[in-house]
C-alpha cells in the first residue's frame, strides 16, 4: 500500500501507511529531540491506563532524515467532532476534562518536572522586561511541587476519537510531571486562541470535576503565557501579552 501524506509542517510530515503512522523529520533535524520524542512517549505507553498509538520503530533513512513510526489510529479529532456537532460541544468539552483527569491521575517520575521547563522558558524569554521575569520565576518558585502527568499540549486536535467512541492521545513530546492546574491553564490558553468563551467554559468544567479553585489555576496562567513566547509564534502574541 502506498503511504499517504496526512500532515505537514515546517520540520516534519507524517504518511498513512495501512495501520502505521509515520513521522518523518526534516533533513537535520536534531537526533536528540527524535529519540528523546520517542522516549517520552515509551515511558508513557508503559504506565498503562491511557491510550496513546504504540511506538513501533526509529529509524533514519538514507538522507539522514530520522523517523518515528507509530500505530495509525483510525477516527475523528475531536477538533473536527466539536466542529461538525456544536450543539454537542458542551459533551465533549466534559469527555476532555475527564479524559486530562485520567492522565493527572498517573505518575512517571522519569520525565522532567515542568516547574523547572516553565523557569528555563521565562529565563529564555526576550519579550518581557527584567523585573516581570523575576516576578515570574519568584511566583513559580512559590507554586506547590506536585508530580502529577501533564500532557503539555493537551487541546482537542491532539485527541483522536475511534468509531467506538475510545479516545486516544496524541503528540506527547511536552509531557512532564507537575501540577494538573499548570497543564489545565496551558489547555485553557491554547482554546482561547480559537475561542475564549470555549476556553472559559473548559476551565469551569476542569474546576469542578477536579475540586480546584478557578483563582488557583488562574495564577499559573501568566507562568505559562510567558514560557509560550519562547514559541515567537505571531498569531499568539495578542493573547499571551
Request: with cysteine; aromatic share 6%; hydrophobic share 40%.
Amino acid at each position: 500500500m502506498a503511504r499517504i501524506l496526512i500532515s505537514q509542517n515546517a520540520t516534519k510530515s507524517v504518511y498513512r501507511n495501512g495501520d502505521i503512522a509515520v513521522k518523518v523529520f526534516c533533513k537535520g533535524f536534531p537526533k536528540e529531540e527524535v529519540l528523546n520524542e520517542a522516549l517520552i512517549s515509551a515511558r508513557i505507553e508503559a504506565i498503562g491506563g491511557i491510550n496513546i498509538p504504540s511506538t513501533l520503530a526509529v529509524a533514519v533513512d538514507a538522507d539522514g532524515c530520522w523517523s518515528i513510526t507509530k500505530d495509525f489510529i483510525e477516527g475523528k479529532t475531536l477538533e473536527q467532532l466539536m466542529m461538525e456537532n456544536p450543539e454537542r460541544q458542551d459533551d465533549y468539552l466534559a469527555d476532555m476534562v475527564d479524559l486530562q483527569l485520567t492522565i493527572h491521575s498517573k505518575v512517571c517520575p522519569l520525565l522532567h518536572q515542568l516547574k523547572g521547563k516553565l523557569s528555563r522558558q521565562i529565563s529564555e524569554t526576550k519579550e518581557i522586561n527584567p523585573a516581570s521575569h523575576y516576578d515570574l520565576i519568584t511566583r513559580l518558585n512559590g507554586m506547590p511541587r506536585q508530580s502529577k502527568l501533564c500532557h503539555g499540549d493537551f487541546q482537542p486536535n491532539n485527541i483522536v476519537v475511534k468509531p467506538d467512541g475510545t479516545m486516544f492521545v496524541l503528540d506527547w513530546v511536552h509531557a512532564t510531571q507537575g501540577d494538573g492546574s499548570a497543564d489545565a491553564a496551558r489547555t485553557w490558553m491554547l482554546l482561547a486562541l480559537d475561542s475564549q468563551e470555549t476556553a472559559d467554559r473548559y476551565l469551569t468544567l476542569f474546576c469542578e470535576k477536579s475540586g480546584t479553585d478557578k483563582r488557583y489555576v488562574e495564577q499559573w496562567l501568566p507562568i505559562v503565557a510567558a514560557a509560550q513566547l519562547t514559541k515567537h509564534r505571531p498569531e499568539e502574541e495578542a493573547l499571551l501579552r
